[in-house]
């Protein structure tokens, strides 16, 4: 049993989280919340030019390490194939498996890719968490909050912006830990930054994440 407030964080890949909210988990932390990061993914298809096994022991090294470095108290990598995510997904097993996590560590929140989100990973994995909350029981005392990765996303529900001036350093700084998918997030961490400063324009402060309440 955890003494303390709960925030279950969910993404297909291993830096979906860092990348959509690093800043408001290094602050929750911060804070005094227990957040878990829990990735679907193993990320074995992750990168053209590395081969798979090298990719699954980096990947789980660095995501281990990166979400104890932004304040995840713990990492769970759920290990699905990277492109057969939704195939497995719908197993059986895997449902009860992700539906005992949500009883297991009782979150007051949670938060999750969007079903808007274009992604096909993302958007299964909000369908498998919102699958599992429906069987959870009482799901009503849980806050479920969705998160952008890539791209602005068209959700009508309200909009929530957390103050992440004191912390975005440390999102940056993880950022920046992904070795094997470099390129990437360096061409990600412009746009990361815009939005972070275009969010806290809205919400009244340097720096802001936004997220969208969806119960
Ligand atoms: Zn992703």
Redo the contacts with the bound molecule.
């Keep these: 049993m955890i003494n303390k407030e709960v925030v279950l964080t969910f ?3 291993s ?2 989280l860092e ?1 959509g909210m690093g800043a408001t988990i290094a602050k929750y932390n911060q804070q005094g919340k227990y957040v878990v990061g829990i990735m679907f ?1 193993r990320g074995d298809k992750s990168s053209p030019w590395l081969k798979e096994d090298y990719l699954i022991n980096v990947r789980k090294e660095e995501a281990d390490k990166i979400g104890k470095f932004i304040g995840c108290k713990e990492t769970l990598i759920l290990g699905l194939s990277d492109g057969k995510l939704q195939e497995e997904i719908e197993n059986k097993k895997f449902k009860g498996l992700l539906r005992n996590l949500i009883k297991k560590y009782k979150p007051t929140s949670i938060y999750v ?1 969007s079903k808007r989100d274009p ?1 096909p ?2 958007r299964s994995v909000n369908r498998a968490v919102f699958e599992a909350l429906d069987d959870v029981d009482p799901k009503k005392d849980i806050n479920v909050y969705v998160y952008e ?2 791209n602005v996303l068209n959700e009508t529900r309200p909009r929530i912006y957390v103050d992440v001036t004191d912390t975005f350093h440390i999102k940056l700084e993880a950022m920046k830990k992904f070795k094997s998918q470099k390129l990437y997030v360096y061409l990600l961490m412009v746009p990361v930054i815009v939005r972070a400063i275009f969010s806290g324009f809205h919400a009244g402060c340097k720096l802001a994440e936004r997220f969208y309440k969806i119960r």
């Design positions: 993404g297909a890949h830096d979906d990348i993914s890719h992604h990973d993302h990765v890539w």
